[in-house]
């Protein structure tokens, strides 16, 4: 088992706010300072075959999700803060977040997007979960898996972000 270096923890924190900020999109001047990973510009109202009933409150709360989760991810790999039990308390948080996601009352049209938005929050608490064991224990190899897990995560979160953007432009609502 070879030791987690110094250097691997400015590894992960690169690696967590490289793959964080590739799914985010820029905010407007009046928006919050954390980026979301659900931001998009303004839609606008299309001819729609979906019911879009409810679609605009579930993606207010989801929003307001995201902007949690980016704010967590963000909190927990600030250089300056980094710690095992930051990581720790930050992958219980997405995990709460998740729990949120799957028991808020979602829309038909947006349930299963819903489900992988929850998929996503605990995918990356799994991969922030699993970092965090790996710096405590120095297990570079734990290390990798977990940073692999991270970038996983990232590449899930871009594809569910593309569909909320979808489903809030099938039904003219506002991010």
Known sequence: MRRVAPVAITVLVVAVTLVFAA????QSPTASPVASPFASPAASPVASPVSCAGVQAWLTATQARANQAAKIITDAVNPAK??????????QQLRQL???????ATPPEAKAISQK???TL???????????????SGNM???????TAVKDA???L?????AVSDLATACGAKM
């Open 117 to 119: 938005i929850a998929g």
């Open 23 to 26: 799914w985010t999109q820029a």
């Open 98 to 104: 998740a729990a949120a996601q799957r028991a808020m």
């Open 141 to 147: 190899d734990e290390l990798n898996k977990g940073l």
């Open 158 to 162: 871009q594809g569910t972000a593309q």
């Open 82 to 91: 980094l710690s095992n039990q930051g990581l720790q308390a930050a992958a």
């Open 154 to 156: 990232g590449t899930q």
């Open 122 to 136: 605990q995918a990356y608490a799994d991969a922030i979960s699993q970092v965090a064991s790996a710096v405590k």
